[in-house]
């Protein structure tokens, strides 16, 4: 497929380099800020920057690595300018919403798959590493899992279907894991740099990583906000 790239968020360049190395063509990517631009030259140094309008009509595969609130309104005008049809996949990256904000885009046969990464992603070629070990959240339209499992797989990575049933929960538990693990590793170290201990990463990465692995591992059942607090 021609695969074209829509936004300054790092996991569009890394997920298009990925399809690349599957086989698949990079045909455009449009950016704007100069760290993706930065980004493009770094990770894509022969894939020309194009104007929006240019990238989606070249796409057979259209990746929207732009925010979740943009998501509605980007698809709508691309609709609008007759950019979509039955041969073309359009693809977000947000772990918020599920295929039906892009209604504009399945309106005119096109197909709508959301897909997450469940990552923090850089922007840099260490990411094709990480991609290959994680997990990938994909929403699509029943008859047309199979073809967002692909993606996924082509990707190097092992894709979970998530439904628009459960696409709220799924956001929510993303958050909390994301923010309140960051913000307890943070605490952790901040209390050991206060004490002048050195290295205090390397000394706090095991328990941090035992007590995930510890977690994952036990039945999930209720928590009591008392033993939260």
């Not at 063509?25 to 240019?54: C, H, K, T, Y």
């Not at 050195?198 to 510890?214: C, K, M, Q, T």
Request: hydrophobic residues 50%.
């Amino acid at each position: 497929m021609k695969i074209g790239v829509i936004g300054d968020d790092p996991a569009g360049p890394v997920l298009a380099k990925a399809w690349a190395n599957a086989g698949h063509e990079l045909v455009g990517v449009f950016v704007e800020s100069p760290q993706a631009i930065e980004r493009i030259e770094a990770l894509l140094p022969d894939v020309p920057i194009n104007n929006m309008a240019a990238v989606a009509e070249d796409a057979d595969l259209l990746v929207l690595a732009i925010p979740s609130s943009d998501l509605e309104i980007t698809c709508a005008g691309l609709a609008d300018l007759g950019l979509f049809g039955p041969k073309k996949i359009v693809v977000h990256l947000s772990p918020l919403l599920g295929y039906s904000i892009l209604a504009d885009a399945a309106r005119f046969g096109a197909i709508p798959i959301a897909l997450h990464p469940v990552m923090h992603f850089t922007g840099t070629s260490m990411d094709l590493t990480v991609l290959k070990n994680t997990t990938v959240a994909i929403s699509a339209p029943e008859p047309l899992e199979a073809i967002a499992q692909a993606l996924a797989i082509e990707l190097g990575a092992e894709p979970v279907v998530v439904t628009e049933a459960q696409r709220a929960a799924y956001a929510e538990a993303f958050e909390v894991a994301s923010s309140f693990s960051s913000l307890v590793v943070k605490q952790a170290l901040g209390i050991l740099e206060a004490a002048d201990v050195p290295n205090p990463a390397r000394l706090i990465a095991p328990v941090v990583r035992s007590a995930v692995e510890d977690a994952l591992a036990e039945p999930v059942g209720r928590i009591d906000p008392k033993d939260v607090l």
